[in-house]
DNA sequence: TGCCAGGCCCTCTTTAGGGCCTT
């Protein structure tokens, strides 16, 4: 799965921000694109083992009633290993959720063999002009239809995702690059913002 | 109960500080 257009895009909503402070995964969002139709989708909510704060009550929508009859992270995250085996990564600000896949894959000794990509640190190169780069904001420039409500693991996981495709469009009509290896967007995820239109004209 | 992080990126920078993004 070398291709940019075949990945896992996926989404966590949380206790908060930081696996290393105790915090904790409350559902998992993701879609499987290949050759940039979407052929799967995978959401859970999971329960942390705690009561969440009213702050991510209200930033999610995810209550404590909700979390009480779902299952535990262990029961999850064992099955979505399964899901994300043999295929590469994206997320909105990567380094949050593979913090939180990393932490949580790690407590049930699971591991994944593809990489990730940062569609927020790719939008800051190809969507140089967009007002900020939240998801929402992102979705809203590159106008993508959304009806839905953000902040809920499935429907920010499908928007990034449409978001991602509409980045690898973008590239291949100004470039004309229609096959796109993972490996290029990587690459222009670390480029400085001034180098990015050199580094595709040249590729 | 209340609190917390970390990587990127810009600039009035590099012996640093602060905003952006994620929950």
Known sequence: MLNASSVVVLDFETT????DMGD???????VRIENGEITGRFQQLMNPGRRVSGFIEDYTG????????????????YEFADFIH??????????????????????VSRRYSGEFACSMLVARRIYQHSPDHKLGTLVRYA??????VFHRALYDSEMAAKLWLSMLDSINKQYGLNEIPFKLM??????PKHSVAKLLKLY
Do not use: W
Not at 24 to 30: D, F, V
């Open 62 to 77: 995810i209550s404590n009633v909700m979390l009480k009859g779902a299952p535990s992270c262990a029961e999850v995250m």
């Open 16 to 19: 908060g921000l930081s696996p």
């Open 86 to 107: 043999g295929y590469n990564l994206v997320a909105h600000n990567a380094s949050f959720d593979k913090r939180f896949l990393d932490a949580e894959l790690g407590q």
């Open 24 to 30: 904790r995964a409350i559902e998992i969002g993701a």
């Open 143 to 148: 106008n993508i239809p959304s009806e839905g």
């Open 186 to 191: 990587q690459k222009i995820a670390k480029t």
